[in-house]
């Protein structure tokens, strides 16, 4: 039920929505002048949230900055967060990345590099699944096939959410099925617009990861006519990223997940 009363409130909310709802309105009523003016504010909001150059600067100062490879230590573990992949898409005898493949091709060239030596995969089915191969085994494939070992990389394949994946991963690590001499001592791995989030809930459980953001949206802001002035479907994709992470943390903050 919380999954999805939270998902209308944020139907509700994403930015285009609003100003469809407001251009439909303003539309319907233009022969009254609070029509025409709500019809106004959807077109004023819709150019506003299509500005590349502001939606850029908003997340370019919302993601944490990136790691060198070559500043971190070596960790025992690396836990990866799914939500990467496309679960409804059928046969099963592949991985269909959608837009943050990073967290897995970045992990695997952690492990690569010596840089993590066991990799803990945590994400479920989701919601209405269409085949019973969780995300989390469908990244192990992946990166079996992409040369780690088998024996490395542990799956949670229950979390169907960002506050699951830190509640069981927490289970896992503390229960001694993964060997690590701290149980602090392991590398968090995400997409930069959601690390905030996904730290936090970490923290929650009483695990102090180190981060490694990967995915990024945001690229140093650079003014010029095209990004300011020529409206873009890139800039509200951004704002829409940005509203459901701000909702995501209003939420879990009102229930005590961070």
């Given at each position: 039920?919380?999954?999805?009363?939270?998902?209308?409130?944020?139907?509700?909310?994403?930015?285009?929505?609003?100003?469809?709802?407001?251009?439909?309105?303003?539309?319907?009523?233009?022969?009254?002048?609070?029509?025409?003016?709500?019809?106004?504010?959807?077109?004023?909001?819709?150019?506003?949230f299509?500005?590349?150059?502001?939606?850029?600067?908003?997340?370019?100062?919302?993601?944490?900055?990136?790691?060198?490879?070559?500043?971190?230590?070596?960790?025992?573990?690396?836990?990866?967060?799914?939500?990467?992949?496309?679960?409804?898409?059928?046969?099963?005898?592949?991985?269909?990345?959608?837009?943050?493949?990073?967290?897995?091709?970045?992990?695997?060239?952690?492990?690569?590099?010596?840089?993590?030596?066991?990799?803990?995969?945590?994400?479920?089915?989701?919601?209405?699944?269409?085949?019973?191969?969780?995300?989390?085994?469908?990244?192990?494939?992946?990166?079996?096939w992409?040369?780690?070992?088998?024996?490395?990389?542990?799956?949670?394949?229950?979390?169907?959410?960002?506050?699951?994946?830190?509640?069981?991963?927490?289970?896992?690590?503390?229960?001694?099925?993964?060997?690590?001499?701290?149980?602090?001592?392991?590398?968090?791995?995400?997409?930069?617009?959601?690390?905030?989030?996904?730290?936090?809930?970490?923290?929650?459980?009483?695990?102090?990861?180190?981060?490694?953001?990967?995915?990024?949206?945001?690229?140093?802001?650079?003014?010029?006519?095209k990004?300011?002035?020529?409206?873009?479907?890139?800039?509200?994709?951004?704002?829409?990223?940005?509203?459901?992470?701000?909702?995501?943390?209003?939420?879990?903050?009102?229930?005590?997940?961070?």
């Amino acid at each position: 039920m919380f999954f999805y009363i939270s998902q209308l409130f944020s139907f509700l909310i994403m930015p285009f929505n609003i100003c469809l709802i407001l251009i439909i309105l303003g539309y319907v009523f233009v022969k009254k002048s609070w029509g025409r003016n709500t019809l106004l504010a959807g077109i004023v909001l819709l150019l506003f949230f299509s500005n590349s150059y502001l939606s850029n600067l908003i997340i370019y100062n919302w993601e944490p900055a990136p790691k060198d490879f070559s500043s971190l230590p070596t960790y025992e573990l690396g836990v990866v967060l799914t939500g990467v992949t496309h679960i409804d898409k059928l046969p099963k005898d592949r991985t269909y990345f959608s837009r943050g493949a990073d967290r897995a091709t970045h992990t695997v060239q952690l492990y690569k590099m010596g840089k993590i030596k066991k990799i803990l995969i945590s994400g479920g089915l989701g919601f209405n699944p269409v085949h019973p191969l969780s995300e989390a085994e469908s990244l192990r494939d992946f990166m079996i096939w992409a040369g780690v070992n088998e024996k490395d990389i542990i799956v949670e394949t229950k979390a169907v959410n960002t506050h699951e994946n830190a509640l069981f991963s927490e289970k896992i690590i503390t229960s001694g099925e993964i060997e690590l001499d701290n149980p602090n001592q392991f590398l968090l791995i995400t997409s930069a617009f959601h690390m905030k989030r996904a730290e936090a809930c970490f923290n929650k459980v009483g695990l102090h990861p180190d981060t490694f953001p990967v995915d990024f949206y945001g690229k140093k802001p650079n003014a010029n006519f095209k990004s300011i002035v020529q409206p873009g479907l890139q800039g509200i994709m951004v704002w829409h990223k940005l509203t459901k992470e701000w909702v995501g943390i209003m939420v879990y903050s009102l229930v005590g997940y961070i």
